[in-house]
C-alpha cells in the first residue's frame, strides 16, 4: 500500500529537514522552496494527506497557493496548516478565510507540529470516509428508489391496462394521457407558477394520470362494450366509474406516499369535472376542482376526440382542439385552455406519430 504523502514548502532547508525529520517515517515526503514548485508537486500527486506551508517565500508565497487550492477546489480535501513567522493577526485571519486547517508560529515546536498534523489528517481523512459513504449510501437510496419506481410504474400501465383490455382498445390511450399531461404541465409550470408545480410533480401527477378510468374495471360489459351511444340511465352507471376507482384506490392508500395517492384520488374522482359545475360525480365549480384534474380532463378528452371509438369516428386533430376550445365538450379552467392553446403543435405531432405505428398486433 502506498504511503500517503505530505508536501513540506518552506524556502528555508533547516525547516524542511526539521520538519522531514518529524514524519519521514510514516509518510512519503515531498518538499518546495517556493509557491511555484507547490503547485506543481500538487498537480503532480495525488495522495496529498497535509501540505505544512510557509508564508513569505520567494517567487510566490504561501498566500498564493492557497489561492491556487481555492481555484482548484482543493482546500476541502487537502488540509493545510500554514506556519509562519509573521505575528500580525491580519495574516491569521487571511490564512482561515481561504480555510486553513490550522496556523502555526515560528518558532515552533516540533511535537506540537507533529501532534496537531496527525489530528488534523485524521480529522480530513474521517470527514472523506463519512463523505464517501454518504454518497455511497445516496446513489444506493436512489438506485433502489428508481427501482421502486419502475416497478410502480408497471404496475400502474398494467392494472390501467386491464380497463383498456376489457375495452377492446390498444393500450395506447393510458400511454397517450400520459404524453399529453406532461406536455401541460410543464406549459403550467413555466406560464402559471401560482400553481407552484415542480418536475417532481410533473412526474407524480403524469404517472398518476394512468389511472383515471381504472374505476371501468367495476362496470358491466353490457354498458362498456356498447357498440352505441349509452341510454341516460346507462350512462348514470358509466359515470359512477369514478367513484369505483376511488374505492378501488383506497385499498391502495397505506401502501402508497401521501401525495401520489392525492394525485391519483383527485384525477381518478374529479376528471369528469367541468368548471361551469355540469361536471360530475360531485358537480364541482372552478378552483374546486384539483389542477391535476383539470389537466387530465383536457387530455382526456382530445384523446377521445381524436381516436376511434365504437359510437364515434376520429375528428381531425384541429376540429378536436377547436371543440375543446370553443367550449363543446364542456367547460374547462382557463389557464389549462390557455396552456393547451400553447401546446398545440406538441397534440398535433404525437397523434401524427402514433398513427405511423400499428400498435394492434
Known amino acids: 500500500m502506498l504511503k500517503q504523502q505530505i508536501l513540506i514548502v518552506d524556502d528555508e532547508e533547516i525547516n524542511r529537514v526539521i520538519l522531514r525529520g518529524l514524519f519521514e517515517e510514516e509518510y512519503e515526503i515531498l518538499e518546495a522552496e517556493n ?89 480530513y481523512q474521517n470527514k472523506y470516509y463519512m463523505q464517501e459513504r454518504l454518497k455511497e449510501q445516496e446513489e444506493a437510496i436512489r438506485a433502489q428508489e428508481k427501482k421502486l419506481r419502475e416497478g410502480n410504474e408497471f404496475m400502474i400501465d398494467a392494472l390501467s391496462s386491464v380497463v383498456e383490455f376489457r375495452s377492446l382498445e390498444t393500450g395506447e390511450h393510458i400511454r397517450r394521457i400520459k404524453y399529453f399531461t406532461r406536455i401541460l404541465l410543464k406549459y403550467l409550470m413555466k406560464y402559471f407558477p401560482k400553481y407552484g408545480i415542480t418536475p417532481a410533480q410533473v412526474d407524480e401527477i403524469a404517472r398518476a394520470s394512468a389511472l383515471h378510468d381504472i374505476g371501468k374495471i367495476g362496470i358491466p360489459d353490457a354498458i362498456l362494450l356498447k357498440p ?16 369505483i376507482g376511488c374505492d378501488i384506490l383506497e385499498k391502495f392508500r397505506d401502501k402508497q406516499d401521501n401525495e401520489f395517492y392525492r394525485y391519483c384520488y383527485e384525477i381518478c374522482r374529479y376528471h369528469h369535472e367541468r368548471w361551469d359545475g355540469n361536471g360530475y360525480p360531485d358537480h364541482l365549480v372552478g378552483e374546486e376542482i384539483p389542477i391535476s384534474a383539470h389537466i387530465v380532463a383536457v387530455a382526456d378528452v382530445y384523446d377521445a376526440l381524436v381516436s376511434p371509438r365504437v359510437y364515434k369516428s376520429i375528428y381531425a386533430n384541429n376540429i ?32 401524427e406519430v402514433i398513427k405511423m405505428f400499428d400498435f394492434s398486433s
Request: net charge negative.
Open 35 to 123: 509557491g511555484q514548485v507547490a503547485t506543481v508537486q500538487i498537480e503532480n500527486n495525488s495522495n496529498i494527506a497535509l501540505i505544512l506551508l510557509d508564508v513569505v517565500m520567494p517567487v510566490m508565497d504561501g498566500f498564493w497557493v492557497l489561492e491556487y487550492m481555492k481555484t482548484h477546489d482543493l482546500l476541502e480535501k487537502i488540509p493545510v496548516i500554514l506556519i509562519t513567522g509573521e505575528t500580525i493577526l491580519d495574516s491569521d485571519d487571511q490564512a482561515y478565510a481561504y480555510g486553513v486547517a490550522d496556523v502555526m508560529h515560528k518558532p515552533f515546536y516540533p511535537h506540537i507540529v507533529r501532534r496537531r498534523a496527525k489530528n488534523i489528517i485524521e480529522l
Open 228 to 243: 352505441a351511444r349509452l341510454t341516460p340511465e346507462e350512462f348514470e352507471i358509466m359515470k359512477t366509474h369514478t367513484t
Open 320 to 351: 378536436a382542439y377547436d371543440m375543446i376550445m370553443n367550449g363543446e365538450c364542456g367547460q374547462f379552467s382557463p389557464d389549462v385552455l390557455e396552456c393547451f392553446a400553447l401546446a398545440k403543435e406538441d397534440f398535433f405531432n404525437i397523434v
